[in-house]
């Protein structure tokens, strides 16, 4: 199947500061990304549609100035929590659908952000 | 709203073991339907998907059906392996782009 990467796994900051966290598909175009959110024993929650060329489309209650989307290329799309704070520790994860609307949708290998 | 659920949360079986692993969605007007798998601190590998035109996938000692009507899917695990301990996650697509999510089954297959 077709490989999401994304960078970093880890990420530990320090309040206040911002993280970027990166979205790559390796072997196909991505015109649509997407970035989830993940709490411990909890599912995946939709934060954003990334879309190429265009501003994301959020999700109601996810902060569009905290969590801003850039799809600059087909194959990139970057997440950077902006001034974060502990209550944004989480587990990202990005995913990419290879073609149209009925194609399997494939997932990165998650971010795990801590912020102390 | 178009929920997914996921029953049971957890399951511990011993290895050799047929299972099923249930989900159920409120909306039958799908796209599609994939089941993943998540080991602890992983992201998401991609195990079956299926067409909202189809009844069922196989891939090796795992079949999925889908049941639009009922708005219910099964995944089958044959012959369970210690190695198959994971999170199921069964996914919906409603909308053409991104996918519901159930809470997933946590499976502990036990040698």
């Known amino acids: 199947g077709a490989v999401v990467s994304q960078h970093p796994s880890r990420v530990i900051c320090k309040s206040g500061t911002s993280v970027k966290i990166e979205c790559r598909s390796l072997?196909?175009?991505?015109?649509?990304m997407f970035w989830y959110r993940q709490f411990p024993k909890q599912s995946l929650m939709l934060m954003a549609t990334?879309?190429?060329?265009?501003?994301?489309?959020?999700e109601q209650g996810v902060e569009k100035d905290k969590f801003l989307i850039n799809h600059a290329s087909l194959t990139l799309s970057t997440l950077t929590v902006t001034s974060a704070h502990p209550e944004d520790s989480s587990f990202y994860i990005c995913?990419?659908?290879?073609?149209?609307?009925?194609?399997?949708?494939?997932f990165g290998e998650g971010s795990r952000l801590t912020v102390l | 709203k178009q929920e997914v659920t996921q029953i049971p949360a957890a399951l511990s079986v011993p290895e050799g073991e047929n299972l099923v692993l249930n989900c159920s969605f409120t909306?039958?007007?799908?796209?599609?339907l994939q089941w993943f798998r998540q080991d602890p601190g992983k992201g998401l590998t991609s195990l079956l998907l299926?067409?909202?035109?189809?009844r069922e996938q196989t891939s090796g000692r795992l079949n999925a059906s889908l049941d639009k009507s009922s708005g219910r899917s099964t995944l089958y695990i044959a012959a369970s392996q210690p190695g198959d301990s994971a999170t199921y996650l069964c996914?919906?697509?409603?909308?053409?782009?991104?996918?519901?999510f159930g809470k997933g089954t946590s499976l502990l297959v036990t040698p």
């Open positions: 990334s879309n190429e060329g265009s501003k994301a489309t959020y």
């Open positions: 072997d196909f175009q991505a015109t649509t």
């Open positions: 909306d039958s007007a799908i796209y599609n």
């Open positions: 299926i067409q909202s035109s189809q």
């Open positions: 996914a919906v697509n409603y909308s053409g782009y991104a996918l519901n």
């Open positions: 995913s990419a659908r290879e073609s149209g609307y009925t194609g399997e949708l494939f």
